[in-house]
């Protein structure tokens, strides 16, 4: 049987070491140090995996002994796009691995009456439409706050965009796919639902307040 066309577009990373800190990161009992420290080794890991296929060209460099060739990315810099205030907690780590990427910033807030994202925060660097964007937040629960950052960064015109969580649900997935099915999704696990509060369950609470420490 065939998947549905959203469930193709979603990349499954299920590396051994990163389905073992997402582990760790699930637990209740896990501290506020921890927690930061996992999803900084963990979006490292990411990192490698949602740049695989990112276009590269030749360049010829010379090396202590001859001159040869070698392959570079293509293109301007990479930007991270993180969703405030959790997608922050990705960006240690992916710098890590992009040294020379640059950060955009996307802030939302549901609307209390309408429940639909309301933008109050948008920077993004220059030259969009000739780099390559990852956006970043912990968890694709509803759905709602990641379509509303791609249809903002669309308006840009960037080259490609990739989405990356922790953690995403078929509710989630359906919902952003509905409205931008081009965009994939790199994550290391897909759950099982929502609960009646909207979150993501099993999943591991609410990111943010455990990367802050605010909960």
Known sequence: ?????SLRRVHLIDHPLVQHKLTLM???DTSTKTFRQLIRELSALLAYEVTRDMPTHEVEVETPLETTTGRMIDGKKTVLASILRAGNGFL???LEVL???RVGHIGLYRDPATLKPVEY???MPSGMEERDVIVLDPMLATGNSAVAAVDLLKR???RSIRFVCLVACPEGIANFHAHHPDVPIYTPAVDRGLNDHGYIVPGLGDAGDRIFGTK
């Open 156 to 158: 840009l015109t960037p």
């Open 1 to 5: 049987m065939s998947q549905p066309c």
């Open 99 to 101: 040294p020379s990427a």
């Open 121 to 123: 925060y948008f920077k």
């Open 92 to 94: 240690d780590g992916m």
């Open 26 to 28: 699930r637990r209740k």
